[in-house]
Nanobody
Framework: QVQLVESGGGLVQPGGSLRLSCAAS????????MGWYRQAPEKQRELVAV???????NYADSVKGRFTISRDNDQNTVYLQMTSLNPEDTAVYYC?????????????WGQGTQVTVSS
């Protein structure tokens, strides 16, 4: 089992910045991905950014150039630095860890942290 604990959400004005953190613990395999998803009211959950255990990254087009995902492998922690925030970024942000074993995909989720961009 894997546990994910998120922190760092809050209220920020348009144009502002926030940093989200997600600490993972438990039975984490050497190869896995960690990422951030978000879900706005009445919308489906969408991928924001993902980072592979080796360090490669991928971003949603809507956040490219504004958000940066990074990780501290020693601490099993992933970060999402968000800049130039706009109201469309308002959502609950969820941390995800995905790994594979015996042909099965295992997804683990954090509890979610609210990000609100408003003046």
């Amino acid at each position: 089992q894997v546990q994910l604990v998120e922190s760092g959400g809050g209220l920020v004005q348009p144009g502002g910045s926030l940093r989200l953190s997600c600490a993972a613990s438990g039975n984490i395999l050497s190869f896995h991905t960690m990422g951030w998803y978000r879900q706005a009211p009445e919308k489906q959950r969408e991928l924001v950014a993902v980072i592979v255990s080796g360090g490669s990254t991928n971003y949603a087009d809507s956040v490219k150039g504004r958000f940066t995902i990074s990780r501290d492998n020693d601490q099993n922690t992933v970060y999402l630095q968000m800049t130039s925030l706009n109201p469309e970024d308002t959502a609950v942000y969820y941390c995800n860890l995905r790994q594979w074993r015996w042909g099965q995909t295992y997804d683990y989720w954090g509890q979610g942290t609210q990000v609100t961009v408003s003046s």
